[in-house]
């Protein structure tokens, strides 16, 4: 089901309900950009905090055009109904919220949408907007001006009364000339806003103005119709700053729900969900990993979980053949994996590849068969099978392209077989490197197969010492 | 005319006898955003180089999607015949020439163009390539490789002879080894790649390999097939590059018949023409002025002359308001401005601003009635209005918004009234600036004379001596 804008308000209830009723749900995301510079390509010896931040620099500077959510339910212990919703996104400019995005493309990547017939006008027209929850607070206490009421000491209130009552003349009399003081000291001023909003109920406003350097408050009476005039403006921000918000409420109830999420190769796509809809990326990829566990307690990764667990049956864990596979692996007799009705009827002939709402089907398809033939051989049923005992061990894993790292492990910290560090022999030999920090000692032949083939030749020039290796 | 990348070819012939016919062609562009970041909003009190800047940093980062053309063609001296023509324009991947373009967008302009019905689907499906004619070269002479020979002495002779002859031993016996040797010295090497490709006509090629720290040619002998694919190989380069190099020799046409360039506020359009289909922006403002007075010998803003020269007729100088208003100050009957067959028939109802054929349609015609309107009094031909004697007065001075600087002189150096220094005072007041190096002595009231009105009120809280006001 595409949703955009246009329909994004009334789909709502159908969304939460489906994540409501899902055993799980998948995700995917087209996006416009993945390495804003040769810098930020990836490594084969990036060290995991070196390949966060690359991703980090990635999610913080692309966008997301496209975000698929497929959510599966459990019919019974052979039957799974999928629900794929294919979300439009788009964070518009809003003047009165004062937000105005600059994000990046590139090129290559938006020359693969054309390629896939991705519909640019759709997400540019009709695109829903999102804010991320930390952006969403910050406005909101903005308007809010929830400061909490200074208590005023004997000191405060010897200046503050009597301008109270002086005001209460000037109401009273109501001189042609407005109440008007210098102040020139700031918590002087905060005080006496305080105190006159709570005395007269809104009704006087002070209003700050400088003059040759001096600072003066002036007293001002609002009419009824002004001081509504102040409400309207006030809720016209919360419903826009509501609006804005969008599509987050999508993911803030993913987050509420506790809802077991799973994508294909995902670290990317977890990272961008993280920056646009919960907040600003931690630098530290140690803190990442514990306030992402935080939000999103069971992920799994379908590219890790073929690759890891079931590479004799998958020889392949590109989306397209894993879904292919895993419907071979598993038949319908087995397990039946159906769309509803309402939604667009994804099959394995479907082919729209890279609609992010297809990518998701494919990959909660695929998970779910993947799961189906590890539990079988333990007898679990299908409901146990997806429960958080049983995924445990498969999940908050995720597979690394191009890296010597296996996985990226959320709940572990780092496994050091050995650290790397690139020598600067030169600038021609950036291809050298010092391995060193050895957990145990390993033989030449031992560090040759924890590199992966695509590194290339691997040559050992010098040994230093027997704990390193270069 | 709309031109997308279907069509372009095709078109070539028919815009390059446009311009070459023009008297003067009129130029917009639309852009995927105007400001990275709050830093680089214009203020006020920019000095020249700072407001460069941050057009530089604006056209540094931001695309062109769509670029306007008219070309205006003087029939006879009362009527002007416009071609215009609608640019679409993407810069596409390109695995074979390694390009693939990293850009800015800002939600505010994407908002805006969709305000305007701008299409991006075609431009991102359809868009007419380019690529500056600085990368232009460095990609040409990249596979070029047109390195000057070396000239042997005897000390060279001395080692390259005996392997040559020892190549054509090989050659002659055809022995199952390939000719091999260690030549660890990179000149030598390049003696030996340079006198085998001379010697063998291309039919032996070295290849370099390098085993535990050692470097060693090869000698490979290419069949005759294998001869024409590299050939082939690097026609497809140059034609691919020809193919990038797209719209950009459009431009480049424009920049070699030294025509007469038009456009409405045009500076930040001039910059990203530059940026674009030139090469990299300078950094110095200085440099920039004779760079591109080098480029485009004549550029005449419309939104200049209106202010500077006609600020009597004409009360609002928004592209909309000049259009019309010169539209009733110079009657069809004195000069008749009309869209030639084949093209939009563009007119005062078109109501299409913000297509950027639309909007150098309505600049080109209004230039030209503002330069009658001009002209007439001295009685001047509308062809010799239109020549560069005339509009040299005219000519190579932008409009500049939001400044106190009253024009961008390409040909002059700026304008110093007196200069503007902000004083870090301290963070709350950041509106206080020291004016000083008064070129000759002011007043109070002649230096408010030469703040803009936008500015607001203006206060001067101390003298520091004769030269220098706060």
Not at 65 to 86: M, R
Not at 408 to 417: G, I, P
Not at 455 to 462: D, I, L, P
Request: hydrophobic content about 35%; aromatic content about 12%; overall charge negative.
């Amino acid at each position: 089901m595409d949703v955009t804008r246009s329909n994004f308000k009334q789909t709502i209830p159908l969304i939460l309900d489906a994540i409501d009723k899902s055993a799980f749900l998948s995700i995917d995301t087209e996006l416009t950009g993945l390495q804003t510079s040769k810098n930020m390509s990836y490594r084969v010896f990036d060290s995991l905090q070196q390949r966060y931040s690359k991703f980090k620099d990635s999610a913080s500077n692309f966008q997301i055009l496209q975000y698929g959510i497929c959510t599966f339910e459990l019919q019974d212990d052979k039957k799974l109904l999928a629900k794929p919703f294919n979300f439009y996104l788009f964070p518009r400019s809003n003047e009165l919220l004062k937000t105005d995005l600059v994000f990046s493309c590139q090129s290559g990547s938006i020359d693969f949408l054309v390629n896939h017939n991705f519909d640019f006008n759709k997400t540019f027209y009709d695109g829903i907007p999102f804010m991320s929850q930390e952006e969403y607070s910050i406005k909101k206490e903005f308007v809010a001006q929830e400061r909490d009421d200074i208590i005023l000491n004997e000191k405060d209130e010897d200046f503050v009364l009597p301008q109270l009552t002086s005001i209460e003349n000037w109401l009273q009399t109501k001189e042609n000339n407005n109440w008007k003081l210098e102040i020139n000291n700031a918590y002087s001023r905060r005080l006496l806003y305080q105190e006159v909003k709570k005395k007269f109920n809104g009704f006087v406003q002070l209003e700050k103005s400088m003059v040759g350097g001096k600072t003066f408050l002036e007293a001002k009476c609002l009419k009824i119709e002004d001081k509504s005039l102040e409400t309207i403006k006030k809720d016209n921000y919360l419903n826009e700053l509501d609006e804005q918000f969008g599509f987050s409420r999508i993911i803030k109830e993913i987050i509420n729900k506790k809802k077991i999420v799973v994508g294909h190769n995902l670290l990317l796509d977890i990272c961008h969900t993280y920056q646009k809809f919960i907040g600003q990326l931690p630098n530290d990829v140690g803190e990442f990993k514990s306030t992402l566990n935080e939000n999103f307690p069971l992920i799994l990764d379908t590219k890790y979980i073929a690759k890891s667990k079931l590479a004799a049956e998958i020889e392949s864990t590109h989306l397209g053949d894993l879904f292919e596979i895993t419907n071979k692996l598993v038949k319908d007799d087995d397990l039946l994996i159906k769309c509803c009705d309402g939604f667009n009827q994804y099959s394995e002939d479907s082919n729209k590849f890279h609609e992010a709402g297809y990518d998701a089907y494919c990959t909660g398809s695929a998970f779910a068969k993947m799961m189906f033939s590890l539990s079988k051989k333990e007898n679990i049923s299908m409901a146990d099978t997806l429960k958080q005992n049983y995924l445990l061990s498969y999940s908050n894993k995720f597979n690394l392209m191009s890296s010597i790292i296996d996985s990226f492990n959320v709940t572990e910290s780092e496994s050091k077989v050995f650290k790397i560090k690139q020598l600067a022999i030169s600038a021609t030999k950036n291809n050298v490197f010092l391995l060193t920090d050895f957990v145990e000692p390993m033989n030449h032949s031992q560090i040759v197969e924890t590199i992966p083939s695509e590194v290339g030749k691997v040559m050992f020039t010098h040994s230093i010492d027997s704990n390193n290796a270069v």
